[in-house]
């Protein structure tokens, strides 16, 4: 019997993720079905219940619902509640196991296929929301050489910059500033976690944040060169990214946990790549 999973978000109709799993399940041989559930906004348990009792086995879930489903979980794995959000469930019964595969899903994107060691590098993170907290333990993990977070909201930055440093043991300085506070400050790799680039606006940077060699990587994707990308190749970076692949490696990881077998996600970056020109 075909086994039914789906995507919920508002909007949804932009979603990848039915074209991932279907990708996944045709190289991996998994007899299931992926579909797209468009959620009523203050609709959440309701459209989830709906789905558990037609038999769907387990949701991958998007903006604005990842705080509804951290509320909906039974069982909520380390990521999420470290995250405070949720991006992926597996029913089991009665039980609703939650994960947030997103911090893991980028840093195997850096680590693993742009072959680019976290370890020992200087770590600037733009943004404090959902994104850079679901990021923040899986980057610390690496042992990077330091870890700064800078936001337009300041206290969102410093609050991130605690939770990091209370959850390991000092190995990595961890700082939360406010962009003012970055001087002239280098770094070997910079993300943008904020979603400016969905709105095309450059985060107040300047280009000496990008040390030689450095790697600047927008988690946003889809959207070719953002200004954050332009401002980094205009300053010589030659390591440019975007987040298809960390939407890929999440997608593989929840794969993962729901059928027992990993798939490449290779082809599905190449088919999803926007190219940064
Ligand atoms: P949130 O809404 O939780 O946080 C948004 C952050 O962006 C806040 O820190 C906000 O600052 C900051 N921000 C917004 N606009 C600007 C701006 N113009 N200049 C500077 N900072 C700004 O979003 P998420 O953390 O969930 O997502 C962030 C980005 O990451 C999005 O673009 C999203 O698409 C992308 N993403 C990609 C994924 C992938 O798989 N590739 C997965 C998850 C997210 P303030 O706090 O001051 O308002």
Known sequence: MTDRYAVIGNPIEQSKSPLIHTAFAQVTGQDIEYTKVLGPLGGFAQAVDAFRAAGGRGMNVTAPFKLDAFAYATDLAPSAQMAGAVNAMKFEGERVYAENF???????????????????????????GGATRGALLPMLAQLPAELVIVNRTVA?????????????????????????????????????????????????????????????????YGKGLTPFL????EAGVTHLADGVGMLAEQAAEAFLWWRGVRPDTKDVIRQLTVPLV
Do not use: C, W
Not at 106 to 123: C, E, Q, S, T
Not at 157 to 175: D, F, M, T
Not at 187 to 192: G, L, T, Y
Not at 193 to 206: G, N
């Open 156 to 220: 969102k930055a410093e609050e991130l910059a605690a939770l990091g440093r209370q959850h390991q043991s000092g190995q990595v300085p961890v700082q939360g500033l406010g962009y003012d506070q970055l001087a002239d400050r280098g770094f070997d790799m910079v993300f943008n976690a904020s979603s400016s680039s969905l709105t095309a606006e450059l985060p107040p940077i300047r280009a000496s944040v990008f040390a030689a060699g450095a790697l600047a990587y927008d988690l946003t």
């Open 102 to 128: 997103d911090g893991v899903g980028l840093v195997r994107d850096v680590v693993h296929n742009l072959v680019y060691p976290i370890a020992g590098k200087r770590v600037l993170v733009l943004g404090a």
């Open 230 to 233: 332009k401002l980094a190749q």
